[in-house]
């Protein structure tokens, strides 16, 4: 009984902790939006946006409240967006998108994680040319119809329309990612998430011994608080 309570708290502990990770983000995003653009997601799209992924993220509506004030202070910290860019082992290119308020500690814990994990970290625009910038929107299955709206997704900038048992994800080219939000605001569609994503050209496939050597170095650099995403082409 003790052993499987122990497992069962192992999996709360390791759940919470993604939770409050994923919070985390969020909350530099807010901040990052109203340093850029002011508190008012109205006039504001990048705060509305990541408003909205704070709702779809079920995030409790009194903490992004709290975010929101306290981006909206002066005593807040000054989160800079850094991209990194490195090779995790077997030469699988990464990018290492972060959001720090100090630059100095965040390239050297970000270089020691390539360097403890069998990769290597590189200079700018080393790896960033194998993957594009894209708008990547997801959606729960019951919140959008396709049948209905599929032209008009695409006419609305949609290069790719994908759909699984869990959800629809619509792709969208950097430059129409706004044109797609707007698209959806006109339509009162809310996504579960709407971000702008590294996404590998092409993809590399490796055993899985090899792979469980890349994803460990990619599970180091994503508990990192200053990392906000990881980008890799491992298929």
């Known amino acids: ?3 499987i309570f122990e497992k069962r708290k192992h999996k709360i502990f390791a759940r919470n902790a993604r939770v ?8 530099k995003e807010i901040a990052i ?9 109205d006039s504001n799209g990048k705060l509305k946006v990541a408003i909205q992924n704070a709702k779809g993220a ?13 981006a909206s202070s002066k005593e807040e910290k000054d989160f800079q967006e850094v991209l990194y860019e490195g090779y995790a082992p077997h030469g699988v290119p990464v990018l290492v998108e972060c959001a720090t308020d100090n630059p100095t500690r965040t390239v050297a814990n ?6 403890k994990n069998h990769g290597s970290m590189g200079n700018s625009g080393s790896v960033a040319f194998m993957f594009e910038r894209k708008g990547v929107f997801k959606f729960e299955l019951d919140k959008i119809n396709l049948d209905e709206l599929e032209l008009d997704l695409i006419d609305a900038g949609a290069e790719d ?10 792709y969208t080219k950097f430059t129409d990612f706004g044109h797609m939000q707007k698209f959806l605001d006109s339509k009162n569609l809310e996504a579960k998430s709407a971000e702008l994503q590294f996404i590998p050209t092409t993809t590399k496939e490796l055993s899985e011994a090899e792979q469980d050597e890349v ?20 298929a």
Not at 33 to 41: E, Q, T, V, W, Y
Not at 224 to 234: G, I, M, R, T
Request: charge should be negative; charged fraction near 35%; glycine fraction near 6%.
């Open 110 to 115: 970000v270089r020691l994680h390539f360097s």
């Open 33 to 41: 939006a109203i340093k850029h653009g002011g508190p008012n997601p």
């Open 215 to 234: 994803l460990k170095l990619i599970e180091v650099l994503e508990e990192d608080d200053d990392v906000q995403s990881v980008y890799h082409n491992l």
């Open 1 to 3: 009984m003790g052993r």
């Open 20 to 27: 409050s990770k994923i919070f985390t983000k969020i909350g």
């Open 161 to 170: 329309i994908e759909r699984n048992e869990e959800d629809i994800t619509i």
């Open 58 to 70: 079920n995030m409790p509506k009194d903490r992004v409240e709290a975010a929101i004030k306290r």
